[in-house]
C-alpha cells in the first residue's frame, strides 16, 4: 500500500471570491462608482427602501440598482418604474450573489455614468453574509415583524454589514419587539456598526440613512 | 442551503494542491470552519462526494475543526468564548465592560490533506 502523506495547504476557501472582490472594488474606485450591497430576509422591506432612497439621493447622486432574485423581474420593473437604469440578475436557484456574479451584472451599465449602485441582494439572511461581492459598504435591514431576536439566529449577517436599519418601526405599537435588547445583541457581534430606524411605509428615518450613504458615497468617489 | 459553492471551491484547491504533489488519491481534508458559519456538516460531506466523483478526491473524507466564536474584550484585552445562542447582558468576565471585537468565528480554511 502506498504511504500516506499529509500535505500541507493553508488556503482560505473562498479566496478566489475574495481576490475578485478586492479586484471589483478597484475597479469601482478607478471608475468613481460607490457599490451598496443591501440584504435582508424576503419581506423586510429592501425594493421601498431602495425606492424611497432613490427620492432622497437622486437629485444628489446618479444611482443604478442591480436586483438580484432567484426567479423573477418584479423588483427589477418597479425600480425601473422610478426611471432608475435597472438591471436584474436572475440568480436561477443560486441563494447569494458572489462577486463574479455581481460584476457580470455590472457590465450592463455605463458605470462612468453613475455615483451609486445599489445591489438588492437576494432576500436570504444566511446564504449572502458569506460571500463578498465587491461592495465597498454592506448594509442588512431587520424589520420589526422578524422579531429581536434574529441576531442570535443569523449572527455572522450582523457580524459583516457596516450598517443596519430597523424597518417598519411603524408596526413598533403592535409588538412586543425589545429594540434595546435588539441594539445589544447586534453591538456584541459587531461593536462597529450603525443602526438606524427607518420605515419604508412613512419614510421616517429614510433621510437618515440617504444622508449617511451619500457621506459614505462621496468619500469613496471624491 | 450555500454548501454548493463552497465545495466547489474546496474541490478546486484540492485539485489545484493534488496536481501540484502528484497525488493518486486523496483519503481526508482537513478544514477549519468557524462556528458563526451556517454550514452543516452532513451536506458538506454530501455534496463534496457529489462534486468529487471521479476526481483524485473522489471518497475523500472531511476532517472540520470548528473554530469557536471568541471576542476581545476591547478594554483589558481578556479573551473570551460567545455563546451565539446568549448575546444579552454579555459583559467581559474579567474587567466587566461591555465594548469587544471578534477575533474568530469566521474562518474558512483548508489546513491540509491527507493523500497518497
Known sequence: ????????????????????????????????????NLMSSPGAGKTTIIL??????????RIGVLEADIDSVVDAQKVAGAGIPAVQIRTGGFCHLDASMVSRGLDAFDLSSLDLIIIENVGNLVCPAEFDTGAVRNAMILSVPEGDDKPLKYPLMFSV??????????????SDFDMQALYDRVRTLNPKIAIMKTSGRTGQGVDTWADWLEVEVKRFID | MHELPVMQSILTIILKHAAMHRVKKVHAIGLSVGTLSDLEEEWMQKYFDHLSAGTVAQGAKLKIQWVPAVLSCDECGNRFELDKTKLDGITCPACGQRKFSLVSGREYHIRDMEAE
Open chain 1, 161 to 174: 454589514c457596516d450598517v443596519l436599519l430597523v424597518n417598519k418601526v411603524d408596526y413598533l405599537g403592535m
Open chain 1, 1 to 36: 500500500m502506498a504511504e500516506i502523506k499529509l500535505i500541507e495547504i493553508k488556503e482560505e476557501i473562498l479566496s478566489d471570491n475574495k481576490k475578485e472582490a478586492d479586484e471589483l472594488r478597484g475597479k469601482l474606485k478607478d471608475r468613481k462608482t460607490f457599490l451598496l
Open chain 1, 52 to 61: 424611497k432612497t432613490i427620492e432622497h439621493l437622486r437629485k444628489r447622486l
